[in-house]
């Protein structure tokens, strides 16, 4: 199977983005995460999957796909090592899709936004593009040289941090705020909004070894 899996995750849903997510690719693979499968069943859309220990889902909407009994159902314990995101981008992986788009990861709880945050560098370690969306972000690891075009951006404004060691060597070229040979490191805001420079068609980061998070951001 080479094709999209997309996520709905139990955070914060935008209808319109959704519904626009997956009408964008044929045939994905949608993989409903704990209160996320609540979103698809009011809206009368079938998920390949569903996941998660279901301690945020209403039991009369567990009961429905149990007893429909056409949807496969991995249920766990509450009480286990992995978020339901991560179990379902694990699922996502083994199920052979080459792309992992994760809706629902942000708004609420800001740890488990940031524990889906952490969990891209599953999908990045295997060499499985892998974004968490929503309204005003794109969230996504890099792992080297990085273009970024005007006309593929999702807002105006990229920001960069390391995650998990400091990068050495950090290059920004092409854009209003650029970067010689510097040390990113995790605990400064330097990186935070910046854009691609006036008359430039696209901004290029470039560095030898670590991984970044790439954000690209607007404010509506």
């Known amino acids: 199977m080479s094709k999209c899996a997309i996520i709905v995750s139990g955070g914060t849903l935008d209808e319109a983005l959704t519904f626009e997510t997956l009408r964008e690719y044929e045939e994905p693979c949608v993989i409903g995460v704990d209160r996320g ?3 698809l069943y009011r809206h009368k859309i079938r998920p390949n999957y569903i996941v998660g220990d279901f301690d945020s889902l209403p039991e009369e909407i567990v009961t429905y796909y149990k007893e429909r009994n ?3 159902i991995r249920e766990f314990n509450p009480v286990k090592d992995a978020t ?3 179990i ?3 699922l996502g992986m083994t199920l052979g899709c080459s792309k992992l788009i994760i809706l629902g990861a942000t708004g609420g709880r ?3 936004f940031w524990a889906n945050v952490q969990t891209l560098m ?4 295997a060499g499985i593009y892998a974004e968490i969306l929503d309204t005003q972000n794109r969230i996504r690891l890099i792992g080297g040289e990085t273009h970024i075009r005007r006309e593929d951006m999702y807002g105006p404004y990229f920001s ?3 995650l998990g060691e400091i990068v050495y060597g950090f290059n920004i070229i092409g854009a209003k705020y650029p970067l010689r040979d510097h040390t990113l490191t995790p605990y400064d805001s330097l990186c935070v909004s910046n854009e691609i420079a006036e008359g430039e068609d696209e901004a290029v980061i470039d560095y030898s070894g670590g991984t970044v998070i790439l954000m690209e951001t607007r404010d509506w």
């Open 37 to 39: 499968v609540e979103f």
């Open 70 to 72: 056409d949807v496969p």
């Open 160 to 162: 960069v941090f390391p």
């Open 110 to 112: 800001l740890d488990h």
């Open 84 to 86: 339901d995101t991560e």
């Open 122 to 125: 599953i999908s990045h370690k």
């Open 88 to 90: 379902a981008v694990r």
